[in-house]
C-alpha cells in the first residue's frame, strides 16, 4: 500500500486498553479508550466514497463506537468469555431445570435479568439483541433466565399467627445461568487491546473495523495484518442512539 492510499483511508481514531489488575483473588478489567477533542487531528476522517462526513458526525461517530466497543466487550464477557459465576447443587447435582443460580452478593454488578437484558439493548439493534439473549449459539441457547427456587420464609414476629400454619418456604425468582453454558477465552485475549476505524458511510450509518491484539497505529499499513484479527461490524444510528447492527466476537 503506497502512502498515498494510506492517507485516504480513515484514521485510527480509538485504542482499547484493558488493564488487568489482581486484587486478592479478584481480576477487574478495565475498558480505556483514547476519546478525541475538538481539536484532534486524529478525527478528521476522510469517506472513501461520495458521502462527505462533517467533523460534528466524525465526532458523534468516534464517541459512540468508544461506547458500544466497550459495552460490547462486557456484553462478550458475559455471554462467550466468562459467564457470572453460580452456585452448585446439592451434592453436585446438574440441575433438575437446566439452570444455575447466579451468586449474587454485595459486589454483584448483575442481580436481575433485567440488568442484562437492558445492557444487551444498549449495545446492540433489536435483532441483534434478541439472538444474544435467545440465540447466542445458533441453537436457541437462552444464557441468562429467571429461575425460580425455593427460600426459607420470613415473617414479621410482631404479626399474629393466621389460624392456618405458615409455610416455611416460598417460592422466588432469581437470576438464573444455563447450564448448558461453556466459557469460551479462545479469543479474550486477542479482545484485551484493540484499534478500531471508524468510516461514516451516512448520517445514520457507519462501517467499525476492529484490529485485535493491539500494535495498530496509524503509521500501519493495514494491508499487512491478518484477516484472523480483523473484526467489521455495522453501527447504525437507531431512535434511541446508535447501536451495532450484529454481534461479532
Not at 476522517?45 to 458521502?51: A, D, K, Q, R
Not at 441468562?144 to 422466588?172: C, F, I, T
Not at 438464573?176 to 479474550?188: M, Q
Amino acid at each position: 500500500m503506497s502512502d498515498s492510499e494510506k492517507k485516504s483511508k480513515a484514521p485510527l481514531i480509538i485504542t482499547i486498553v484493558i488493564a488487568v489488575l489482581a486484587v486478592a483473588a479478584l481480576v477487574i478489567l478495565f475498558f480505556v479508550l483514547k476519546k478525541p477533542t475538538e481539536g484532534d487531528n486524529s478525527s478528521d476522517i476522510s469517506s472513501n466514497g461520495s458521502f462527505q462526513p462533517t467533523q460534528e458526525l466524525n465526532l458523534e461517530c468516534t464517541y459512540a463506537a468508544h461506547d458500544l466497543i466497550a459495552q460490547s466487550y462486557e456484553v462478550m464477557r458475559l455471554f462467550v468469555f466468562d459467564g457470572l459465576s453460580h452456585e452448585t447443587e446439592p451434592y453436585g447435582n446438574e440441575p433438575e431445570d437446566g439452570l444455575y443460580t447466579v451468586t449474587v452478593d454485595a459486589t454483584s454488578k448483575y442481580t436481575k435479568l433485567e440488568e442484562i437484558e437492558e445492557l444487551v439493548k444498549s449495545v446492540y439493534t433489536d435483532e441483534a439483541a434478541e439472538k444474544v439473549l435467545h440465540n447466542i449459539d445458533g441453537n436457541g441457547l437462552s444464557v441468562y433466565q429467571k429461575r425460580k427456587v425455593l427460600a426459607e420464609a420470613e415473617y414479621d414476629d410482631s404479626e399474629p399467627e393466621s389460624g392456618e400454619s405458615r409455610p416455611m418456604y416460598v417460592e422466588e425468582e432469581v437470576l438464573g445461568i444455563s447450564a448448558d453454558f461453556k466459557p469460551d477465552k479462545s479469543r479474550k485475549s486477542l479482545w484485551a487491546s484493540s484499534s478500531v476505524r471508524i468510516d461514516p458511510k451516512s448520517e445514520t450509518t457507519c462501517d467499525l473495523t476492529v484490529y485485535l491484539g493491539g500494535g495498530v497505529t496509524d503509521s500501519t499499513d493495514l494491508s499487512t495484518i491478518s484477516e484472523d484479527v480483523i473484526v467489521r461490524v455495522g453501527m447504525v444510528k437507531t431512535e434511541n442512539g446508535w447501536r451495532l447492527s450484529e454481534f461479532v466476537c
